[in-house]
């Protein structure tokens, strides 16, 4: 048979377009399903009643509160120490042995499985501390482990920033830092903004880290400071899913709704501010 | 006896391994304008942009020599100091992501001036000294960017002179204009000269003709002549310096 | 005045940019700290290769080999169905995907990413795992295959988007020295671009193998949490990061059960720590 290189493309095409569809199918329809068995149990008295009946009926308003506390403890500890630890990169560090040791850390901060945050969160915060289980240990944990995501976005966003901007500034007498100040960072704020915002995302999202340190099962109030224990929208379907029987399976697909619609709107938002500043960039 | 601004003595300048300025030794007076001509790579860039210190940017810099400003040693000066003192003016229009004003007062604003009042009588006298007063004056609050290319090149220049230096450079400012612009600007320059040192980089050889009253020609990192502008163009000393002006090679 | 204020920013700034070196050293040590203990009632051969994962036993046995290999299993299944589907997609949106759907198609694909892994797993739970059961006519569905294949969809976003990036920073000049030479599109691709940029496609295998290696709670409820040896993909298994999930909770602070979970978690360090830094090694391998 003759060899025919047109038909041996179509077929390879053909099948790459099957793995594409492989991929983005299965996302459509776990998106889907959620939507639509979860939504029946969407109501104003789902996001902001207590649970009752052991956490099968009721609401998850405790959950929301809980995970708001954590992501914005988090980026409260996350956003300067990031900001600023990307303004060292981007300005100040020299090519050296030095710089790339700091840049392999955040590539394995980045990588550290979330339960191994975990552990370490519950042996410096919870023990060594003694903070014990609480919004703070959790908020910290979660802020480290979000610290990457925020300095490698930062540090994009300011490396954009054209080289000539900074020379003018310099040219005029201005210092350094006010150089960064007033020029370098106002007009990387679009690409800094958008690293907070995913970062929030990914916060929100994680269950592993905050297992043993903070996450209660059951809190039958809101937690009154930051050392007390909370609960957390990622638990809370996981405990309802795995740890707490004959939940009414809309109650699960709910809490996993409101879970999703929190983290992909994060990410919505992130990519739009994303497109609106560099739509806007005047140069 | 014409006062000196500038006092160079063997000035070395390496990036890395490359030996970019070789030797250079020089005066430069107040009130002049010193033309610096020659072909690419021939160092003139980096020379200026010794002056006011802005290889230090420059990853694997390294100087050695002399170069003496009002009797203190500008290598060993700190950095803003320098450039209080010394402005220049880039080869792009670089007008930063801000209205007209805001421009022309980051200068001060940067060295402290907070008084509003002030800022403006600074922001007028810049604008007026760059020429570019009248075309701007109802729109002081628009972005920099709406300006034309001339327009924003003399913009630059207002916010060079409003922070009041002492010496100004140019590098190769008319690149990127056209002949009206390129002219404006060199009306402005020889206007400057009465009350600045004025050192210019550039291309194009006939500019320096008109405007500078000495020449300075760098070749390969060397300074190979520098004179009264009218002698060089008409009776060079050295060969090199002949054939560039000739346009045999460059 | 101004001066001293920019001095404190300035040291603050370096001190901040020291910080991911001083995090990643804490994290080690106080692993360490809490994990070298375990060391004193097992050897670090008996740990490793022992075969019985019975912690609350007496005396306990901690041997984490089922473990090791439950991890090795799922990420194994993962990975042979991830990679090939992960570059095959990557391909076609580098290559072939007309421009109006390859960007909503990046889209959906960076949406994946973002789907927190519990609710991941909780879909594993209530699709996925059923399914499995009944195909294949199990008593449960808990198996590691279960867990493979939602781990492959984990780590498919992550292998897609940074082949994506290293198929399309191939220069153009090697596409069209190809085309000129009269060849189809795919034989450019197979023959030129793809060997072109496999380092980057490599880098990108490796971060979604260890993006599954640490992944913990789709595969805590998907996989069936029995520390036994696996036998067959269609079984219950136990991951090392399930593991630590698991019992944890009921581990008693200071026992040496507690310390059993630490030197689990310095394996898992090691384990990404040593993928990580592999991968960017071959990230920025100039070609």
């Not at chain 3, 990643?24 to 019985?52: A, D, M, R, T, Y």
């Not at chain 3, 060997?195 to 980057?200: D, V």
Request: glycine share 8%.
């Amino acid at each position: 048979m003759t060899h025919n290189p047109i038909r041996t493309q179509k077929i390879a095409f053909f099948l790459l377009f099957l793995a594409t569809l492989l991929i983005v199918v299965p996302v459509g329809l776990i998106v889907v399903i959620i939507i639509v068995k979860g939504l029946p149990a969407i109501n104003w008295q789902f996001l902001t009643d207590m649970p009752r009946q052991g956490m099968r009926a009721g609401g998850i308003f405790p959950a929301i509160v809980g995970t708001i506390y954590l992501v914005l403890g988090a980026i409260i500890f996350a956003l300067p120490i990031g900001l600023l630890a990307a303004i060292y990169l981007s300005e100040y560090a020299k090519e050296n042995y030095l710089t790339r040791i700091i840049k392999l850390a955040i590539v394995n901060l980045a990588g550290v499985p979330s339960v191994v945050y975990g552990l370490f969160g519950l042996a410096l915060f919870v023990v060594f501390f003694k903070f014990g289980a609480s919004i703070l240990s959790g908020s910290l944990t979660l802020g480290i482990m979000i610290l990457p995501i925020i300095i490698t976005t930062s540090r994009e966003a300011l490396e954009s920033v054209p080289q000539s901007f900074r020379e003018v500034s310099l040219s005029l007498g201005a210092s350094k830092w006010q150089t960064i100040r007033h020029t370098v960072l106002p007009n990387a704020i679009g690409g800094i903004i958008t690293g907070t915002i995913l970062g929030i995302g990914r916060a929100a999202g994680e269950t592993a880290p905050i297992l043993f340190t903070v996450a209660a099962f059951y809190l039958p109030r809101l937690p009154q400071s930051i050392f007390d224990q909370a609960m957390a929208l990622p638990y809370h379907l996981y405990t309802i899913s795995t740890q707490v029987p004959n939940v009414d399976e809309k109650v699960r697909y709910g809490t996993a709704l409101v879970l999703m619609v929190l983290v992909l709107f994060m990410n919505l938002i992130a990519i739009v501010i994303r497109y609106r500043f560099r739509k806007k960039k005047k140069w | 006896m014409v006062a000196q601004k500038f006092d160079i003595k063997d000035l070395n300048i390496w990036f890395g391994d490359t030996h970019s300025l070789k030797d250079v030794s020089m005066r430069i007076d107040a009130n002049e304008i010193l033309s610096v001509i020659g072909p690419s790579n021939s160092g003139k860039t980096t020379f200026l942009r010794m002056l006011n210190r802005l290889n230090d940017l420059q990853p694997n810099f390294k100087v050695a020599g002399r170069v003496e400003y009002g009797g203190k040693d500008l290598i060993k000066m700190a950095p803003e100091e320098v450039r209080r003192k010394i402005g220049m003016v880039f080869a792009l229009p670089l007008p930063l992501p801000l209205s007209i004003s805001e421009n022309v007062c980051y200068g001060p604003r940067m060295l402290g001036v907070n008084n509003k009042k002030k800022l403006e009588e600074i922001t007028e006298r810049a604008l007026k000294q760059a020429y570019l007063w009248d075309e701007v004056k109802d729109r002081l609050g628009t972005s920099a960017f709406k300006l034309s290319g001339g327009q924003q090149q003399r913009l630059c220049i207002a916010r060079t002179l409003a922070v009041e230096p002492d010496v100004i450079l140019f590098d190769e400012p008319c690149s990127g204009l056209d002949p009206i612009s390129t002219a404006k600007v060199e009306e402005a320059m020889l206007i400057l000269k009465q009350q600045y040192t004025i050192v210019l980089v550039t291309n194009n050889v006939k500019q320096a003709a008109r405007v500078g009253g000495r020449t300075a020609f760098f070749l390969m990192g060397e300074l190979i002549e520098l004179d009264k502008t009218e002698k060089m163009f008409t009776a060079p000393g050295d060969k090199r310096t002949e054939g560039y002006i000739r346009g045999e090679f460059g | 005045m101004r001066k001293i204020k920019e001095f404190i920013i300035e040291n603050l700034i370096l001190i901040c940019g020291l910080a991911s070196i001083f995090f990643v050293v804490l994290i080690f040590l106080f692993l360490l700290k809490e994990g070298l203990s375990v060391f004193k009632i097992v050897s670090p051969l008996n740990f490793l290769f022992g075969k019985s994962w019975y912690p609350i036993s007496e005396p306990p046995q901690l041997g984490i080999l089922p473990l090791i290999l439950g991890s090795m299993m799922v990420t194994a299944g993962a990975a042979i169905i991830s990679i090939p589907i992960g570059v095959a997609c990557a391909v076609y949106i580098a290559e072939i995907a007309p421009p109006k759907i390859k960007e909503p198609l990046k889209a959906g694909i960076e949406l994946l990413a973002a789907i927190p892994s519990v609710v991941l797993g909780f879909i594993g739970m209530v699709t996925l795992v059923p399914w499995v059961k009944q195909l294949f006519n199990l008593p449960t569905g808990l198996t590691a295959l279960s867990g493979s294949i939602m781990l492959a969809f984990m780590a498919m976003p992550t292998i897609v988007s940074i082949a994506e990036d290293a198929l399309y920073s191939v220069p153009k000049s090697y596409k069209e020295g190809a085309f000129a030479l009269g060849a189809t599109h795919w034989q450019t691709i197979k023959r030129v671009i793809l060997p072109a940029s496999s380092s980057g496609i490599l880098a990108a295998v490796m971060l979604g193998i260890g993006r599954v290696i640490g992944e913990t709670m789709a595969v805590m409820m998907i996989t069936g949490n029995s520390a036994v040896i696996p036998h067959s993909i269609l079984i219950p298994i136990r991951t090392l990061t399930a593991t630590i999930a698991a019992e944890m909770g009921e581990a008693v602070v200071g026992s040496e059960h507690y310390f059993a979970l630490f030197a689990i978690g310095i394996v898992l360090f090691v384990i990404s720590f040593a993928i990580n830094v592999t991968a960017d090694l071959f990230l920025h391998k100039k070609q």
